[in-house]
């Protein structure tokens, strides 16, 4: 099986949310927080025929990056070969036991949509860019008065440094916090929906991504 580019990049990102994954039959890939407030899914061109854990995601893909063209080959229910196409390299490297990694255990149904607005990529990077340079723990939607805006804040401390971009229309009032450290997101174009009952949706509109996170209990609606 070759390893494509996009689904590295994908792993990459999956392993911020989760050091380890579980890998089931089929094209589609997903990982949850330990604290299960972030849970991501994708798919990917390549179709797994079985189930495998990784225990150290990081690990795994520092390996697989050994290899310009990469290749995994299945050996049976234990490990797999990591290799190159125009190499004699290879590393054999074994499978977790999937209990001792968190995984999803079922679906997430969105209780309601209480407001609905696009992130597009420029707006997503220059938010992130502002959270990084002011050092900045929290993030928030609000919506008011008609104007639905994203605002990097210290919630905790009111005198604080914030950085605010408007970016869409809305005729609800609300405001959304999201713990920084939880926009585990790829950088691109967004749909997202957020809901009274503390969950927000992000749906990927250029790639086949998606990422339910938690609304932090503070939230007003």
């Known amino acids: 099986m070759n390893l494509s580019s996009d689904t590295v990049a994908i792993l990459k990102n999956f392993s911020d949310i989760n050091q380890g994954i579980l890998v089931k039959p089929g094209n589609k890939l997903q990982t ?3 604290l299960k407030n972030i849970l991501a899914e994708a798919e990917v061109p390549e179709k797994f025929d079985q189930e495998f854990a990784i ?13 310009d063209k990469k290749t995994l080959k299945f050996n049976g229910g234990q490990n797999l070969t990591i290799a190159d196409e125009n190499s ?3 590393i054999k490297y074994y499978f ?4 001792v990694v968190v995984t999803p255990t079922k679906a997430i149904t969105m209780p309601d ?12 990077n220059k938010l992130m860019r502002g959270v990084t340079t002011l050092n900045l723990p929290d993030i928030a939607v609000k919506g008011e008065n008609g104007t639905i805006s994203l605002v990097a804040m210290d919630k905790k401390t009111p005198g604080s440094n ?9 005729d609800k009032t609300f405001c959304a916090y999201f713990k920084t450290e939880n926009f585990k997101m790829i ?15 992000f749906i990927n509109t250029n790639k086949p991504i998606q990422y339910w996170v938690a609304i932090e209990a503070d939230s007003e609606f």
């Not at 977790?96 to 209990?99: E, H, I, N, P, T």
């Not at 609905?116 to 420029?122: E, G, L, N």
């Not at 914030?162 to 809305?170: E, H, Q, R, V």
């Open 187 to 201: 950088p691109g174009d967004y749909d997202v929906a957020i809901s009274s009952q503390k969950i927000s949706h």
């Open 88 to 90: 004699k390299q290879s």
């Open 55 to 67: 225990y150290d995601l990081p690990e795994f893909l520092r390996a697989v990056d050994l290899f």
């Open 113 to 124: 949509k209480y407001a609905t607005f696009q992130i597009k990529s420029d707006t997503f």
């Open 96 to 99: 977790a036991d999937k209990s």
């Open 32 to 34: 949850i927080s330990t």
């Open 162 to 170: 914030n950085y605010k971009i408007d970016i869409g229309s809305t």
